[in-house]
């Protein structure tokens, strides 16, 4: 998920194994396929994978399993991304940052639909 592929699953019985960190890429690589292939336009990926001993944003973070991006318009146009991050039924976390914070959150954690403020 980054480049060199300098972020690869570490063993953690906290935030899964191996296998299912992949498995959660490869989840989340496909809902960002959706989302890009609606905005038609380029997507800049600000955050993706965060193993665990990184120690970066919250305790609970989606990050850490794999089931996050944080993403930003490459075009400048936040409002029509979030439409189509909205519009994709599989992304369940919505972090509303937008311009301001220079992203948006998008995840697919198990259960409902969420949106939150940073």
Known sequence: MTKGLTRLPMSTSDFGSDE??????????????????????????????????LKIGSSRSQHKYARALD?????????????VIKSVPEIKGIGLAGASKGFWHMDIRPGSRISFRY
Do not use: E, H, W
Not at 38 to 48: E, L, R, T, W, Y
Not at 71 to 83: A, I, M, T, W
């Open 71 to 83: 993403v930003r318009p490459l075009n400048g146009d936040y409002s029509k991304l979030l439409d």
């Open 20 to 53: 299912q960190v992949v498995k959660n890429m490869i989840a989340m690589a496909k809902v960002f396929s959706k989302v890009r292939s609606k905005f038609d336009s380029p997507i800049g990926i600000n955050s993706a994978y965060r193993p665990p001993n």
